[in-house]
């Protein structure tokens, strides 16, 4: 069975950082693309951040670029969201997704429906 669990989240005040965490289980970690994405209250979900394991390939949306950086450490099959001078804009709930192919196209990469699996949330507040 495959699970993805977050974790990470937090109360952070803006400028602040925090390390979102994805571990994977159930399936062979060495062809996936894992994307986190963000819903904030009354909006819809959007990509934040993708990574293919086919050559480490790394994408971000426009709204973080500079700010976020992921990772992961196939060892312990876990990806990682490095967010740093976070913005109250960030705030909202963070899902890891996991597409068991590391061959999404650049715009398949955020696309909700692309995703086979997904975590179930861990929440990022920041405040002004």
């Known amino acids: 069975e495959v699970q993805l669990v977050e974790s990470g989240g937090g109360l952070v005040q803006a400028g602040g950082s925090l390390r979102l965490s994805c571990a994977a289980s159930?399936?062979?970690?060495?062809?996936?693309?894992i994307g986190w994405f963000r819903q904030a209250p009354g909006k819809e979900r959007e990509g934040v951040s993708c990574i293919s394991s086919s050559d480490n390939s790394t994408y971000y949306a426009d709204s973080v670029k500079g700010r976020v950086t992921i990772s992961s450490d196939n060892a312990k099959n876990t990806v990682y969201l490095q967010m740093n001078s976070l913005k109250p804009e960030d705030t909202a709930v963070y899902y890891c997704?996991?597409?068991?192919?590391?061959?999404?196209?650049?715009?398949?990469?955020?696309?909700?429906?692309?995703?086979?699996?997904w975590g179930q949330g861990t929440q990022v507040t920041v405040s002004s």
């Open positions: 997704a996991a597409a068991l192919t590391a061959h999404l196209s650049y715009s398949s990469n955020w696309r909700v429906d692309e995703y086979d699996y």
């Open positions: 159930g399936f062979t970690f060495d062809d996936y693309t």
